[in-house]
């Protein structure tokens, strides 16, 4: 895992936890919140592995049925693709859960917190910039009617485009891959199309200014 995609999800798990209010914006508080970041994520981690140990034991109890209480072929079947669906299910958990440990280790690391605070810190002071931007794209939607993890990854990305020097590029796949992790079904998709405009946008606007 990447030192900067570790703190861009910090990023998004905090900034909705932040006051709008300059004034109350300081770099304790932030640190704070990447603090409970953390601590929520390794609370998730425990919720997973208590979720997949359920669901590892529900599934042998469905495959010890189907041996022992299946009236005939067809509902021994059954029991058996529960029992596999769980065991899926469960697995797909554990992977998540496995994760989590490399990433709050490294999210504790002083270049992670670093890049945090700074993407937090730099949208909030170019806030009114990177929201009337987005607005604008937007056109028959309002930002402030987004899905808050949409809304934030969208800034986000935007900020590191415009003011962190990140490659157009590069910001727009690692929200796209946060978005498929944090987001709905097709909200990488949404994700991806506005961005997209984003750079058209701000390609735009440095064509005119040179020009």
């Known amino acids: 895992m990447q030192a900067r995609r570790i703190a861009r999800e910090l990023a998004l798990l905090s900034l909705s936890q932040i006051s709008s209010d300059p004034k109350k914006i300081n770099s304790q508080r932030i640190q704070e919140l990447v603090v409970e970041s953390v601590r929520t994520l390794a609370e998730e981690a425990r919720d997973?592995?208590?979720?997949?140990a359920a669901e590892?034991?529900?599934?042998?109890?469905?495959?010890?049925?189907?041996?022992?209480?299946?009236?005939?072929?067809?509902?021994?079947?059954?029991?058996?693709?529960?029992?596999?669906?769980?065991?899926?299910?469960?697995?797909?958990?554990?992977?998540?859960?496995?994760?989590l440990p490399e990433f709050i280790q490294l999210a504790n690391q002083t270049e992670v917190r670093a890049y945090t605070?700074?993407?937090?810190?730099?949208?909030?002071?170019e806030r009114e910039t990177v929201d009337k931007l987005l607005n604008d794209i937007l056109v028959d939607w309002?930002?402030?009617?987004?899905?808050?993890l949409d809304r934030d990854l969208l800034?986000?990305?935007?900020?590191?485009?415009?003011?962190?020097?990140?490659?157009?590029?590069?910001?727009?796949?690692?929200?796209?891959?946060?978005?498929?992790r944090y987001s709905n079904e097709d909200g990488h998709k949404f994700i991806n199309g506005i961005l997209r405009k984003v750079t058209d946008a701000i390609h735009g606007s440095e064509t005119h200014v040179s020009g």
């Not at 997973?48 to 997949?52: M, S, V």
């Not at 590191?160 to 978005?179: D, Q, S």
């Open 48 to 52: 997973n592995l208590e979720t997949a």
């Open 56 to 99: 590892l034991q529900r599934g042998d109890s469905q495959l010890l049925n189907s041996q022992t209480r299946a009236g005939n072929i067809d509902s021994a079947r059954a029991m058996v693709q529960e029992a596999i669906t769980l065991a899926q299910t469960a697995i797909n958990r554990l992977g998540g859960a496995i994760e």
């Open 117 to 125: 605070m700074e993407i937090i810190t730099r949208f909030h002071a």
């Open 142 to 148: 309002n930002l402030d009617r987004l899905a808050t």
């Open 155 to 180: 800034r986000i990305a935007t900020t590191e485009m415009m003011f962190l020097g990140v490659p157009n590029r590069v910001a727009i796949n690692e929200a796209v891959e946060l978005a498929k």
